[in-house]
């Protein structure tokens, strides 16, 4: 009889993306994946290390299961992931609740890691690879909705912005065979999937060289956008010094490219984005906020925000601040800065700003982009969107969840309708956080 696995998420996108090849590899390998983590034979927890808090979660969580592996003799546990990659073996030393470690190249390994744990040896592979892109891996879908899914096209990243963990962590940057996501892609297209969203790093970074043909970016998301009319292609994370008008073009060129560009600012103090190595300066982000506006009139925009980043004084903070209103954000990620150890700023700058400061300035942050928000729902209502299905409403069964283009998340009465299918919907009020209508008949 096949063992069973269980896997629990942590962190962005990418190791959503990450834990579906994670158990396409054991199921190749005499495992078979449960929901249930009281049937497993091996847990694993695939880890983020971005901020502080992301690795206290994982400790409480490792505790909770600690009391499952006294109870069950036999029972392995395994940390993957960037917290894995962070730690290394010092993991295996707190209090015996790890049987074995694996950072984000080191997965093809896990069979391997897996028999080491069990014959009490010590198990640990946190290599980082120049060119490992799991690009021959079929995923396992794990998603519930059968609708939408990631598809990875690079890992690690090259950027060292100062703050960030991310290029110690999973290494450095490389792009995966355009061939392979295409066919990952009709894969996905074959099994009724309606939308895929490209991930990487930093995606306008991508790149693809063979017999002198080279494929950036802007070619790969055509490429994707052309496999099929009706599957709606989204893409994260762009970098403002990267994103390119010739990306702008192709996003508006195809209906099916959805209208929403994550263009993560981080601050709005030059001061700040110098130290942070974010490699552009306000004005430019600026410049590129105004070519979106331009290039695709319809394009929302979102952006990630940190408060209280090292020596951030009252008028850099009233920069990020008036970046924000300027920029008009459709949604936002926001953040106090933690300091990651090995990072660039750990390293050369003091964590200066007292918490109590960084949370005064969130709190701002997060009260001017509720404002925000709320405008940009406010916008719609009244006006008709085209929406792909992706679930019930949790909160009602005749209800529906999906989203438009621009990625807001709509709820409306089903109507007769499944997940799947693309619907017209006027909007005839919003939250802050939800547009609310009706199923109208209407082409738009
Ligand atoms: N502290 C706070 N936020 C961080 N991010 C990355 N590193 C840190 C850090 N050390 C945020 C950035 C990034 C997002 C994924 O997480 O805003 O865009
Ligand atoms: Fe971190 Fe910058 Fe890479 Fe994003 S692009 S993961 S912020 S280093």
């Known amino acids: ?91 295996l030393e707190k209090e015996h609740l790890v049987d074995m470690v694996a950072g984000p190249d080191a997965y093809r390994a896990l069979p391997l890691l897996i028999n080491d744990a069990g014959s009490g040896h010590k198990a640990v592979n946190v290599l980082l690879s120049q060119e490992e892109t799991y690009a021959d891996i079929a995923p396992v879908r794990m998603d519930r909705n059968g609708v939408t899914s990631f598809v990875s096209i690079m890992r690690g990243c090259n950027n060292m912005c100062a703050y960030c963990v991310v290029p110690y962590v999973r290494g450095a940057e490389r792009s995966r065979d355009p061939e392979s996501v295409l066919g990952e892609v009709m894969e996905l297209i074959k099994s009724g999937y309606r939308e895929v969203t490209l991930l990487g790093q930093n995606v306008d970074s991508y790149k693809w060289e063979i017999n002198g043909e080279r494929t950036g970016f802007p070619e790969l998301l055509e490429k994707v956008a052309q496999a099929d009319p009706l599957l709606r292609v989204r893409f994260s994370t762009s970098h403002p010094k990267d994103i390119s008008d010739d990306l702008l073009r192709v ?113 701002d942050i997060i009260s001017l982009q509720n404002k925000l928000s709320t405008k940009s729902k406010k916008k719609e209502v009244g ?51 939800t547009l609310i209508g009706k199923i109208v008949a209407i082409r738009i």
């Open 383 to 433: 006006r008709i969107f085209e929406v792909l299905i992706e679930n019930q409403s949790k909160r009602s069964a005749d209800h529906l969840t999906g989203r438009t283009s621009q990625n807001n998340v709509v709820v409306f009465p089903a109507d007769g309708h499944e997940k799947g299918e693309y619907v017209n919907v006027l909007i005839e009020r919003c939250t802050s956080a």
């Open 251 to 363: 996003i508006s060129k195809y209906d099916n490219i959805c209208k929403h560009i994550h263009l993560p600012a981080q601050s709005g103090s030059n001061r700040i984005l110098k130290l942070m190595n974010r490699k552009y300066t306000r004005e430019w982000y600026m410049d590129r906020i105004r070519a979106i506006r331009e290039i695709i009139p319809e394009c929302a925009v979102s952006t990630d925000m940190i408060a209280g980043f090292c020596t951030e004084t009252e008028d850099d903070h009233r920069e990020s601040l008036s970046l924000m209103e300027w920029s008009e954000y459709d949604f936002a990620y926001m953040f106090k800065y933690s300091e990651r150890p090995g990072s660039g700023a750990a390293r050369k700058y003091p964590d200066d700003v007292t918490e109590e400061t960084k949370a005064r300035r969130l709190n």
């Open 1 to 91: 009889m096949e063992k069973k696995v269980y896997i629990e998420t942590y962190g962005c996108q990418m190791n959503v993306a990450d834990s579906e090849v994670v158990v396409s590899i054991l199921s190749d390998n005499g495992y078979e994946y449960t929901e249930n983590i009281n049937e497993a034979e091996l847990i694993l927890i695939n880890t983020c290390s971005i901020r502080e808090n992301a690795e206290q979660r994982v400790w409480g969580r490792l505790k909770a299961i600690g009391h499952l592996k006294k109870k069950k003799p036999g029972l392995l546990v395994g940390l993957i992931g960037c917290m894995a990659e962070r730690l290394k073996e010092n993991i």
